[in-house]
């Protein structure tokens, strides 16, 4: 795996201002040889805002994952318009959904994308790094459209959506247009 550096950092926002909180969210996207991507969430909450399960070790892959604090990470070949949704909790659940154009099928739980691997996960206190192999999904120079956004449980059954960007009138982090960050797959 890559070390990430300051220089590929991207802030992450709420969507609407934590009154009172020096939260602050930062993610990392970039390629990695055989069609992979690494990502990392960092969350600093010095204040212990926000509901960060301990992680039992290993990884699940199951549904449901919206019940507390969530990742997401969204990719997307820029001449499609279907995409992919990864999903991943500080407990180790995961999942990736597959959406033929913007949340669709609307089904409940969305269609599984069966051709995405989970290769690596590593979570610490306020901290995940994961590397998804897509080889399966995407060919050799596909063009990647990428978004990371985060859904924190804080006390009291409150919720906070973060994201890169947020264009729309609500918080919805599937809206491609929040999705800035692109990079080519390679082998």
């Not at 069966?114 to 995940?128: D, F, G, M, T």
């Not at 080889?135 to 956004?149: F, I, N």
Request: charged share 20%.
């Amino acid at each position: 795996m890559q070390p990430f550096t300051q220089q590929n950092r991207h802030m992450l926002h709420p969507f609407e201002p934590i009154l009172a909180s020096n939260l602050r969210l930062d993610g990392w996207a970039a390629p990695l040889s055989r069609r992979r991507v690494q990502i990392e969430f960092r969350l600093h909450d010095e204040q212990q805002q926000v509901a960060w399960p301990y992680h039992h070790g290993g990884q699940i892959r199951t549904d449901t994952l919206n019940t507390s604090s969530y990742f997401e990470v969204f990719l997307q070949h820029v001449d499609h318009p279907h995409y992919v949704n990864v999903q991943i909790t500080p407990h180790g659940l995961w999942n990736a959904y597959h959406f033929d154009r913007y949340r669709h099928p609307k089904h409940i739980p969305p269609l599984h994308e069966q051709h995405i691997a989970l290769e690596h996960l590593q979570i610490e206190h306020h901290r995940i790094q994961l590397v998804l192999d897509l080889a399966r999904l995407y060919p050799r120079d596909s063009m990647l459209r990428v978004g990371l956004a985060a859904v924190l449980a804080h006390p009291h059954d409150l919720r906070s959506t973060w994201s890169l960007q947020h264009s729309g009138d609500y918080a919805d982090p599937h809206q491609a247009n929040d999705w800035c960050l692109q990079f080519n797959l390679f082998d």
